[in-house]
């Protein structure tokens, strides 16, 4: 069974930094490129950031470039979410994902597992 499991949320203020992580088991971690999405109240969920099996490709949507950074541990089964210079507009549960392949990284629609969700919330 399939298992994602996202820690490391929390309240913290803006201009502040927080880090997530996901730690993955039931699957083989190498096989599977991950991905950050979020979703604040009231909106669809959102690609915030992805990174390949290897961790050597990333990607980023353009409102968190810069700011944020994804990384996996492939020996700890684990991906996580660096959060620098938080913003308001950041709030949202944020939830990670895996897949097979790179094409349209962006969609969550192409992720075939999912986490049940860590809460973030920034302060202004």
């Known amino acids: 069974q399939v298992q994602l499991v996202e820690s490391g949320g929390g309240l913290v203020q803006a201009g502040g930094s927080l880090r997530l992580s996901c730690a993955a088991s039931?699957?083989?971690?190498?096989?599977?490129?991950m991905g950050w999405f979020r979703q604040a109240p009231g909106k669809e969920r959102e690609f915030v950031a992805a990174?390949?099996?290897?961790?050597?490709?990333?990607w980023y949507a353009d409102s968190v470039k810069g700011r944020f950074t994804i990384s996996r541990d492939n020996a700890k089964n684990t991906v996580y979410l660096h959060m620098n210079s938080l913003k308001p507009e950041d709030t949202a549960d944020y939830y990670c994902?895996?897949?097979?392949?790179?094409?349209?990284?962006?969609?969550?629609?192409?992720?075939?597992?999912w986490g049940q969700g860590t809460q973030v919330t920034v302060s202004s």
């Open positions: 994902a895996a897949r097979h392949g790179v094409l349209l990284y962006y969609n969550p629609v192409n992720y075939s597992y």
């Open positions: 039931g699957l083989t971690f190498t096989n599977y490129m």
């Open positions: 990174i390949s099996r290897s961790g050597g490709d990333t």
